[in-house]
């Protein structure tokens, strides 16, 4: 079976500088890389972590422009909305995801984020949206 | 400051055992503990695990009945939409987070799925709901 490794979890937000602010003062959150703006994904995104080992990083994600697909979820009202995995070969776990009902929703495409490595999108049988980034 | 402590990633499904089904074929999850009924928070609960070390646990989280909060991210077809912390004071760690701009919307109430031990919930000012969970 292909091997997930958990990566961060996604939040969806309106500002990166409003939410780094409170994500430092309420948790202690710091800046583990970033803010990167992606045209393709059109999002600025900033990676976050605690100090504590262990610890699942979170990824700041906020609109760039009225056609990025982050608004929709600032319009429901919710910040945590993906959960990214790291996976060794992206296209044999995306036919592993998708031979198990799910529904590929972005082919792999390069991300700024992660220096270049490409990611793909897609959704679980039960409706979690979820990133993959090749190693 | 009070001291955070990521606990799990809330993921709201229809049902438990689908939801069981799918994360175990596709993420390769096994059940850590539950499923729980708890019904203070109009819930049925499980929570999941990975083999590897350092992994985020998942709390698959299900309503029982159409009362249940958790309806509302169901219908918006979302469903990761909580983070869970380890506090080890509640009440100063909700003083804490309301104190920077949260909105603390349900004080400390005793939680079947953590033997008793008391939960309460909070929206970041950048609208992330978050769990709280005493030591």
Redesign the interface.
Known sequence: ?A????KH?G?A???IE??LS??R????YHVLSGPFEDPVQKVTVCFLG?D?????AIELVSPSGEHSPVNK?LA????????C?EVEDIESALA??RS???IVISNPVPAVAFGGRRIAWFY??????IELVER
């Open positions: 079976m091997s997930f490794k958990f979890i939040v937000v309106a500002s409003q939410a409170s994500y003062v309420i948790f202690g605690l504590q080992p262990g610890e699942p979820y429901n009202g919710i910040g945590a909305y993906h959960m995995y592993h995801v198990n009902g799910s679980t049988p039960t409706r979690q949206l």
